[in-house]
């Protein structure tokens, strides 16, 4: 006979006692039955519950997951226990609570959805470190907020929640949500003047338990959308979390903390900005270097902190000056980022090449110009050019 399901009818049961009805191996673990318990399985878009079973002079057993099959609860647990041992099962109440917390908040927050914007919850997934909401159509962020400030009524007004089992003809003439076909009896859980739902998980007493609802993001889904939220102690770890990182951006920034959106845009304007001049100042010291090489001179090489647009505008000024081939290093991680130019007695593709054999470079481009990587030393780079460009000419 399958387990009575406590938590159908106590969402705030802690632990149980009860006896072991099977047990059997699943890859490294176990799967108990219970004849009665408060673990409430998989379902309705919340995990499974997780905490220990005590069995009578025994040692305790983690339960690490609960799912339900074939009309079974199972207990998934790291040790097998005797079919016949009597045990107490305790919840991992923190876990679960906040789970409740999250689950209750989410029935708001759908149910103000559906009424207001006429959309439906298409997809409920709770993480243990966020829960989403998929909607079958658009919102934008002030509806988001909206609700947000709606369901936090529903919180302060401590309604209750009840679960019940309504009778095939009164749910025929019920309104709720997820209205599908459900074998068996449909538990409706309703919050008055919210939210009406065929839902089969555990929820909290009164809305008043959620504490807080709070959303976090709002993107486009598969058509519709797809809400971040969290609710309860969740959600106050999260204002808490981000508090902190808004006062320190506030304090670096020396802005207002609900300026500090504004703050960063300035930054990021003075940041564009200062790459441009700097982009500026390379090009300008690419053609200051240039005028220092003599007309004419066969090969030139520099090793200079620049960026690749400088780097590429001192190659192509070099060249401008009769130069046959000019090459540009620049420091990078452990080794050099470089840049060669030729004139149109030179391939450098092979070149490219010769350099990755030699010094292990990476790189390439067109007959006129190379460019990649060289993890080595200064000193071997000078070398390499020297037999390359200098004693061969
Ligand atoms: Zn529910």
């Given amino acids: 006979m399958a387990a009575q399901r406590l938590y159908d009818t106590d969402g705030h049961l802690t632990s149980c006692t009860a006896r072991v ?21 998989e379902g309705g878009g919340q995990y499974g519950d997780r905490g220990v079973l005590f069995p009578e002079g025994g040692e305790p057993v983690p339960v690490t997951d609960t799912r339900e099959e074939g009309g079974e609860v199972w207990h998934t647990a790291s040790a097998p226990l005797e079919p016949g041992t009597r045990v107490r099962g305790e919840l991992d109440w923190p876990l679960r609570f906040a789970r409740m917390q999250c689950h209750t908040g989410e029935h708001i927050a759908s149910g103000l959805f559906h009424r207001l914007y006429g959309l439906d919850n298409v997809g409920f997934h709770l993480g243990d470190d966020v829960v989403t909401i998929d ?3 658009p919102v934008t962020w002030p509806d988001v907020q909206r609700v947000e400030r709606l369901a936090n009524e529903a919180v302060s007004q401590d309604l209750p929640v009840s679960c019940a089992y309504p009778s095939p003809e009164e749910l025929a003439r019920l309104d709720y949500r997820s209205k599908k076909s459900i074998d068996g009896p449909v538990r409706i859980v309703t919050i008055p003047g919210y939210d009406v739902c065929a839902c089969c998980a555990p929820h909290v007493s009164r809305t008043g338990e959620i504490g807080l609802i709070h959303f976090l993001s709002l993107q486009n889904w598969k058509g519709g959308v797809r809400l971040r939220m969290l609710c309860g102690s969740r959600a106050v770890e999260d204002v808490m979390a981000k508090q902190v990182s808004v006062s320190a951006i506030s304090s670096r920034l ?46 030139a090489l520099f090793f200079l902190e620049l960026d690749v647009k400088a780097q590429r505008a001192l190659v192509n000024a070099v060249l401008k000056r009769g130069t046959g081939v000019c090459g540009v290093f620049s420091p990078s991680g452990d080794g050099w ?34 460019q990649g990587s060289v993890p080595a030393s200064r000193t071997r780079i000078e070398a390499w050019w020297t037999l390359k460009f200098v004693n061969k000419r």
């Fill in 21 to 41: 009805t099977a047990c059997v191996p699943a890859g490294e673990s176990w799967r108990i039955a219970l004849d009665r318990t408060c673990f409430f399985p």
């Fill in 135 to 137: 909607l079958s159509g």
């Fill in 254 to 299: 020396s802005a207002k903390q609900e300026g500090v959106s504004k703050a960063v845009e300035r930054l990021q304007a003075e940041l564009e900005e200062t790459k441009q001049r700097a982009a500026q100042l390379g090009r300008q010291a690419a053609e200051a270097l240039s005028e220092c090489i003599s007309p004419g001179k066969p090969e």
């Fill in 337 to 370: 980022t470089y840049i060669i130019g030729g004139d149109s007695s030179w391939d450098l593709r092979a070149v490219a090449k010769e350099l990755g054999t030699a010094l292990g470079g990476r790189g390439g481009g067109s007959a006129g110009m190379i």
